[in-house]
């Protein structure tokens, strides 16, 4: 079946159509599923154009959610109520108390709705069916930011730790758990002092394969400059791993890393978190924040001391001044009294 707007429209994609079929090109897009038409729109239109780990990601979440109640679906025949009922079935609370949050089944509905206005510029649909779907509201992500006491024993009980540097960086500058473990000695220059973030460590082959890749977006691509307490930090890592490395011999491999396993590999995040920052936090008497907290930590540190938040978003590589606003709007200390004042000194 062939879409257009207008006649000329159709008659244009019918010529084109006839000609593919005398050429051997023959699409039979009437008993097209949906679960066949997503595994084609993955391979063929999303890996390559997207990092590896948000096509994991997307690839994740269509054979995990959208294709088991959809998959047999004509795609001709996908309309907005099977949409809205897949939703309402992925929120419902299952018997054993499962049940997605509202912020996965958005990413599933952003995902979803990608591959069909896909469809539509393919022609096999006349319209996104996805269009009209009431997303479900995604729930807001409870951060745990450290107190600037906290933070400090936290620093103190790393002290000496064989990544004491990693925690030292992620509170002073912010960096987000994938570039500190990325992060090459390359992009490190300790006289400046700066650091210049090129990439990130990611998921690949369906999260099981670590690897580097692009930072997030092109804002995270930025340099960072080191407080002299990072100063000193690296540099006594940098001479711990030089004496690892010596210990290690041949079973060592430089790959540059500044933060590397005992070999020379890359750091698993989960072995991070699982056999140095739990314990560390147990250690400092701390409550279990996620890594991402320390984050969090940095900016609430600093919004605490009235950097303005467009540097602060620099700092952190946001890709706009306004994420960092909506992320942190309530960490701006007295906003409402200051306003008040202001209007009342403005007005006389």
Known sequence: MIYGKRYKDVEKKLVEARGDAARGIVYNDENLTVGAYLD???SGAVRGSVRESTYFRDECLVRTHVKPALSRVKLSNLNAMHIQGLYADLLRLKPDGAGLSGSTVQKIHHVLHKALSQAVRWDLIPRNPADGVKAPTPSTKEMRPLSGEEARRLLETAAGDRLEA???LAVHTGMRRGELLGLKWED???DSPTIRIRRTMTRTDNGKT?????PKTKQSRRTVRLTPRAVEALRRHRVRQAEEKLA???VYEDHGFVFAGEIGNL???????QRS???LLERAGLPQITFHDLRHTCASLLFSKNVHPKLVQELLGHARVAITLDTYSHMLPGMGGEAAD???????
């Open 248 to 250: 290690a011999g041949g």
């Open 188 to 190: 490190v220059d300790l």
């Open 210 to 214: 670590l690897a580097l890749g692009e």
């Open 166 to 168: 990693l925690y030292v």
């Open 342 to 348: 202001a209007i009342t000194e403005a007005l006389g």
């Open 267 to 273: 750091i698993n995040p989960s072995n991070l978190r």
């Open 40 to 42: 084609r729109w993955l």
């Open 277 to 279: 920052f739990i314990p």
